[in-house]
């Protein structure tokens, strides 16, 4: 359903949904004066990137001035807008799963909807409108413009999931490899950037969840009966996402302090055993400094027995300090 021409004018999809779970495509040029049946509802989906878009949407969307400001603005969370004549606008966020992109980077997807017309508009690609479009051509898609919403916000959530479990798994990981061998020393970096992708994750899906569970309230008219039991559920899918992803902060941070408590031990059981070293060699050191001091009267300097019996003389001190600690608990 992608169509090249429209493309230049920066329209991604437009689709007819024909009230029976697929759909049509149409040109640029038939948006206006577009007349739909009934049952029919129309489904825009424009790069918000491109100059023909904001064009589009100030001179020909017939939405006001306040409206397109919101959707063409540059940095947005996700948020719940309830407009006058039945519309609503909704801004979601989904895991960025572009190539060489880092999940929690999220993309945003900016709706307006009403009763027979949704317009959404992106700036990076998303997996989710992609999988809707594959539904539309099999004619298993959305019906009406608030299963759209539903579809394209279960679609969201199911990607959260899988990076949800995949960041868990990478906890899993690495408590089992310290599990496994006490001296095993994680990667400080990808502990780092498990709490960081953790934490930018929850970031947006906070929100989203509230989003969510607004939805289960507004009693649009175009909204079907059971909707409320849809979005409630995408609110409870996303509060266990959201546990699992604090679950696995302070997972790590337990893991981040056990290190740190082991490194810590390590160094204060290195410590100690210099401690109890510099004690045995430091009378030694002063007997050898004594004695070695140029000047007369030095005992045994002539003797020939002298340096075995200051020898002899440090090894009784070195033992008998070894028996002190000992009987002090210190070694």
Known sequence: MFDETNAQWGLLHALVLDGKGGARAIARTELDGLQLEPHESVWLHWDRSHPQTRTWLRTASGLNEFVCDLLLEENTRPRLLPLPDEQLLLFLRGVNLNPGAEP????SVRIFAAAQQVISLRLRPLRATDELLELLN???GPKTASELLLYLSQFLTDKVQKVVSDLTELVDDVEESMDADERHVPEHGTMLH???RAAGLRRFLAPQREIY???TRIKMPWFFAD???YWNELNNS???YLEELELSRERMGLVLESEDRRLSERMNRTMYRFGIITCIFLPMSFLTGLLGINVGGIPGAE???GFLMACSLMVVVGL???WMFRRLRWV
């Open 104 to 107: 929690e980077d999220m993309v």
């Open 138 to 140: 099999d004619g298993k």
């Open 194 to 196: 498990i709490r960081r």
């Open 213 to 215: 569970a607004q939805l």
């Open 227 to 229: 909707d409320a039991d």
């Open 238 to 240: 996303l509060t266990r």
């Open 303 to 305: 003797n020939p027995y």
């Open 320 to 322: 008998g300090q070894w």
